[in-house]
C-alpha cells in the first residue's frame, strides 16, 4: 500500500487534499476501494480506504492501525558537513532509509559550501521516508555552525567523530559502541575534512576521532557507511 504523510489522524472519515491528493487521484489514479497507509509520524500506520474523490480531495475511511515494523529503536543523529552539488541530498536521502532520526547539516573550516536550503532537504527525507517505509519523518535540523554543532553533543550516550587521521591511533567503531546505546551523534566532515584546530576543539570536548579504517572514503560515503555499521553494531538489522 502506498505510503502519505498526514499533520493528523481523522476517524471514522479523513479527507486528504493538496499535493497528496493530486498524487494519489491523479499519479497514482486510485479509486474508491484503494488503500492506503497514513502516518502522521508518531511510529503508527494507519491504514485508510478510498470512498469518495473530487476534484479538490479524496475521502478515505480508518480501517486499522499498528505500529510500524521499521523504526529503530536507537536514535541516530547525524551531523553532516555541507557538500558540494547534490551531494547533500544524497546523503540525507541514504541516512532516512538507514533510520537516522535526525540529519543536522553544518559548516566547518573546509567546507567549500556555506549555505543550504533546507527544505529542499525536508523534501528529499520526506520522499525517502515514503520510499523504504518509515512512519517518521527524520528531523532536518538548521545548519549549524562547527562551534554551535560541538554545543549540541551533551546528552548522547556515544559520539561517533569520524577523523581520517584517526587511523594510526586505531580507536574504531568497536572500541566506542557497546551495542546497548539508545543515542548516537554520528559527526563526519566535509570534501575537505576537519581542520587541525577542529580536532582539538572536539578532543577539549571530550570526543575523540574514530577511524572508518585505512581508506579515505568521500564524505557522502563516510557518512552513510558509518551510519549503517552503527545501525548493524546497535541491532538494528536483526
Keep these: 500500500m502506498r505510503r502519505f504523510f498526514v499533520d493528523k489522524i481523522e476517524k471514522p472519515r479523513l479527507r486528504l487534499t493538496g499535493e497528496e491528493h493530486r498524487h494519489l487521484a491523479e499519479v497514482l489514479r486510485a479509486r474508491v476501494g484503494d488503500r492506503v497507509v497514513l502516518c502522521p509520524n508518531d511510529g503508527r500506520d494507519y491504514v485508510y480506504e478510498a470512498v469518495a474523490f473530487d476534484r479538490s480531495s479524496v475521502t478515505l475511511e480508518y ?5 510500524n515494523p521499521t523504526e529503530p529503536e536507537l536514535r541516530l543523529t547525524v551531523y553532516a558537513a555541507l557538500l558540494k552539488g547534490d551531494k547533500t541530498e544524497y546523503a540525507v536521502q541514504k541516512l532516512t532509509e538507514l533510520g537516522a532520526a535526525k540529519i543536522v547539516p553544518f559548516v566547518s573550516e573546509f567546507t567549500v559550501k556555506r549555505s543550504e536550503k533546507t527544505d529542499r532537504l525536508v523534501r528529499t527525507a520526506h ?10 519523518l527524520p528531523e532536518i535540523g538548521d545548519v549549524l555552525t562547527f562551534e554551535e554543532l560541538i554545543r549540541t553533543l551533551s ?6 567523530f569520524a577523523y581520517e587521521g584517526a587511523y594510526a591511533a586505531g580507536k574504531r567503531l568497536d572500541d566506542v559502541l557497546t551495542g546497548n546505546e539508545r543515542s548516537v551523534a554520528l559527526i563526519v566532515g566535509p570534501e575537505g575534512g576537519f581542520s587541525e584546530g577542529e580536532v582539538n ?3 577539549s570536548a571530550g570526543y575523540e576521532p574514530i577511524t572508518l579504517g585505512k581508506r579515505i572514503l568521500r564524505a557522502e560515503t563516510a557518512a552513510v557507511a558509518a551510519a549503517a555499521v552503527i545501525m548493524y553494531a546497535e541491532g538494528e538489522w536483526r
Design 155 to 160: 546528552g548522547y550516550e556515544a559520539v561517533i
Design 201 to 203: 576543539a572536539l578532543k
Design 127 to 136: 520522499e525517502a521516508s515514503k520510499q523504504c517505509g518509515r512512519a517518521r
Design 63 to 67: 480501517v486499522e492501525d499498528m505500529p
